[in-house]
Each structure stands twice: as structure tokens, then as C-alpha cells.
């Protein structure tokens, strides 16, 4: 079983703003953020409804990020070990 390792704090991730340069913020996991009962689902199950195509098939965890200064958010893809 594929695991994601931001999720389980065994690594960070390192990305810059590029409008800014300022180090980019995690705010968790993208399927997190649908409703009140996200994080409580099954993650494959949610990867599947999640709009992102690859990341069920690939094996990626889909993060949030956000620059602390231009308050930009993005989704980036995790490759899971």
C-alpha cells in the first residue's frame, strides 16, 4: 500500500512563490477541503472523486499550498513511496 510522506511527516515540502520567491505554505490535503467529512473518507476513494485524473493511478497525494505573502494557493502532486 502506497503511503504519502508530507502526510506522514517524513518529509516537507520545499517549493518557492513564483510570483514572489517566499517558500510555499502545506495546508494539507486538497481532498481535505471539499466538505466537513472529507478528511474522515477513504483516501483512494476520494482520489477517484477528486477531479485530478492521475493521482489514483499514479499513486500521488494531492497537497495545498499557499504563499504566506501573495496568499496564491495551488494543488502539487506528492509522488507516494
Do not use: W
Request: aromatic share 8%; charged share 30%.
Amino acid at each position: 500500500m502506497a503511503y504519502c510522506p508530507v502526510c506522514n511527516g517524513m518529509t516537507t515540502i520545499e517549493i518557492t512563490c513564483d510570483t514572489c520567491g517566499k517558500r510555499l505554505d502545506d495546508a494539507g490535503k486538497y481532498q481535505d477541503f471539499f466538505d466537513d467529512y472529507s478528511p474522515y473518507e477513504e483516501i483512494e476513494m476520494m482520489k477517484l472523486e477528486d477531479g485530478i485524473k492521475e493521482n489514483a493511478r499514479d499513486h500521488r497525494c494531492a497537497h495545498v499550498l499557499v504563499c504566506p505573502r501573495c496568499q496564491i494557493t495551488s494543488v502539487y502532486l506528492i509522488d507516494e513511496q
